[in-house]
């Protein structure tokens, strides 16, 4: 029973990551909408390292769980 105690806790804090990208992803969010309300020209300058940050930071949460569901399963 130890073993699946410490499986659970492990998964639980391979998890935390998921904190940070979502503050991440809310500043990159914000960043992004101030950006463009200033500067509506450069929106679509803006458009393409807005979906390139998005998705790498959206990357390090699914990493974050396929390493929890490793843990968790593995």
């Known amino acids: 029973m130890e073993l699946d105690a410490a499986k659970l806790i492990a998964a639980a804090l391979a998890l935390l990551p998921l904190a940070g990208v979502g503050i991440a992803l809310g500043n990159i969010f914000s960043s992004y ?42």
Request: charged letters at 15%.
């Open 33 to 74: 909408n101030a950006a463009v309300g200033r500067n509506p020209g450069a929106a679509e300058l803006l458009d393409k390292k807005f979906f390139l940050t998005f998705a790498l930071t959206e990357a390090l949460a699914i990493f974050a769980l396929v390493i929890s569901l490793i843990i968790l399963f593995g």
